[in-house]
C-alpha cells in the first residue's frame, strides 16, 4: 500500500502496489499520466488497475464516496452524508479499515464498507483522534455498495 500523492504512473507501475488509494488531487495527477479524464474517477480507477499502477484502486471522493476498481471489478460505496468534524486523517483510517476487513479475508463488498465506516468516523472524530468503534458500527449500515459494469 502506497501513499500515491507524489508518485507518476511510471513509478506506480515499477512498484505495483497492491493497493493506492488517490484523493481527487492525487487521482488528477494519476489520470493525465494515463490521457484518461479526472473527471471520471469511475473510468480512471478502471484504467489506473488494468495499466499496472495497482492491483486494486480505492478513489476517495470526500461526501461522494469511492470508487474501488480491480481492473475487472467496478464498485461504487455511497459514503453517509455527515457534518465533518475534522478531515485530517480520513484517508489514512479509509486505508486502515480496508486493510483490516481484507486481512480477515472479508469479501471486497465488506472491506470498503468498512474502509469507509473508518473514514467517515475519522472525520466526526477532532484533529487526529482516531475513529471511534462505536461511530464506525453506527455508520456501516448506512454505507452502500453498487457494481457498475467496468468499461472496456
Not at 72 to 82: M, N
Not at 110 to 128: D, N, V, Y
Request: hydrophobic share 45%; with cysteine; charged share 20%.
Amino acid at each position: 500500500v502506497l501513499d500515491s500523492n507524489s508518485m507518476t504512473a511510471d513509478d506506480l507501475r515499477r512498484v505495483h502496489p497492491m493497493l493506492i488509494k488517490p484523493n481527487e488531487s492525487e487521482l488528477a495527477a494519476l489520470c493525465r499520466d494515463l490521457d484518461a479524464d479526472p473527471g471520471n474517477p469511475a473510468e480512471c480507477a478502471v484504467r489506473m488497475a488494468r495499466e499496472g499502477l495497482a492491483e486494486q484502486v480505492l478513489v476517495t471522493l470526500g461526501a461522494d464516496g469511492a470508487w474501488y476498481s480491480d481492473g475487472a471489478r467496478l464498485l461504487h460505496v455511497a459514503a453517509p452524508e455527515i457534518r465533518p468534524v475534522s478531515t485530517i486523517g480520513a484517508g489514512d483510517s479509509v486505508i486502515a479499515g480496508f486493510l483490516a476487513a481484507w486481512t480477515l479475508s472479508a469479501p471486497i463488498e465488506e472491506a470498503l464498507r468498512t474502509a469507509i465506516s473508518w473514514g467517515t468516523a475519522a472525520c466526526l472524530t477532532p484533529g487526529t483522534l482516531p475513529p471511534i468503534p462505536a461511530q464506525i458500527q453506527a455508520l456501516r449500515p448506512h454505507i452502500r455498495v453498487a457494481e457498475y459494469p467496468a468499461s472496456r
